[in-house]
């Protein structure tokens, strides 16, 4: 599976972003996640999404101001960000997992085979 990752740029607070993530090489059959990574911090989970996207899953953080959904017919997956603040300023890497689901393990790094290649975010304040 190669994941290609876009859509981030620089934002005001409270402004909004939309990334994607396209899939290919294989079926998209996977539970899907989205994570972040700051300067100086470790990756920590975003949000994820199951292959029929009737469960969804967000970090605290994030709960109420973003929204993972997906299009399976275009092996897409987005992660739409709405009031942006400067603590989500990060390097936001999409990725796919093969052989888990639910919310205890798609919130960890170690449940995922493939990620993209990530796509920096900037929201100034």
């Known amino acids: 599976v190669q994941l290609q990752a876009s859509g981030g740029g620089l934002v005001q607070a409270g402004g909004s972003l939309r990334l994607s993530c396209a899939a290919s090489?294989?079926?998209?059959?996977?539970?899907m996640g989205w994570f972040r990574q700051a300067p100086g911090k470790e990756r920590e989970f975003v949000a994820a999404i199951s292959w029929s996207a009737s469960s969804t899953y967000y970090a605290d953080s994030v709960r109420g101001r973003f929204t993972i959904s997906r299009e399976n017919a275009k092996n897409t997956v987005y992660l739409q960000m709405n009031s942006l603040k400067p603590e989500d300023t990060a390097v936001y890497y999409c990725?796919?997992?093969?052989?888990?689901?639910?919310?205890?393990?798609?919130?960890?790094?170690?449940?995922?085979?493939?990620w993209g290649q990530g796509t920096l975010v900037t929201v100034s304040s």
């Open positions: 090489g294989r079926t998209f059959s996977n539970c």
């Open positions: 990725a796919a997992s093969t052989s888990f689901s639910g919310n205890y393990y798609l919130r960890r790094v170690n449940a995922y085979d493939y």
